[in-house]
Nanobody
Framework: VQLQASGGGLVQAGGSLRLSCLVS????????VGWFRQAPGKEREFVAA????????IYADSVKGRFTVSRDNAKNTAFLQMNSLKPEDTAVYHC???????????????????WGQGTLVTVSS
């Protein structure tokens, strides 16, 4: 399974970006996709996830109401729409996928076996 994240860049505070995660090598509709981020000098943290079946979603409290995770099964792609960006959102964003993630484990990095290379998001103040 391969994941390719894209869409990062430099944006001013209050702006928006949309990240994409293209998944190949596995029937996309069978995988749960998670988004995680890691800022310089900080530990990786959960951002959002969308489940394989039914597409239920969960979010970290820090992004709730600003970020939206979605998926297009026909395009094998998951998206992370990020609005009202803040400087503290600056990080490398990674997408991850796995077919066996249970709902309670969706925020846990260890629940995902497959990871993309990451895309850098920089929010200037």
């Amino acid at each position: 399974v391969q994941l390719q994240a894209s869409g990062g860049g430099l944006v001013q505070a209050g702006g928006s970006l949309r990240l994409s995660c293209l998944v190949s090598g596995r029937t996309f509709s069978t995988v749960t996709v998670g988004w995680f981020r890691q800022a310089p000098g900080k530990e990786r943290e959960f951002v959002a996830a969308i489940k394989r079946s039914g597409g239920s979603t969960i979010y970290a409290d820090s992004v709730k109401g600003r970020f939206t995770v979605s998926r297009d099964n026909a395009k094998n792609t998951a998206f992370l729409q990020m609005n009202s960006l803040k400087p503290e959102d600056t990080a490398v964003y990674h997408c991850a996928a796995d077919s066996h993630v249970i709902t309670s484990s969706m925020p846990l990095a260890r629940a995902y076996d497959y990871w993309g290379q990451g895309t850098l998001v920089t929010v200037s103040s």
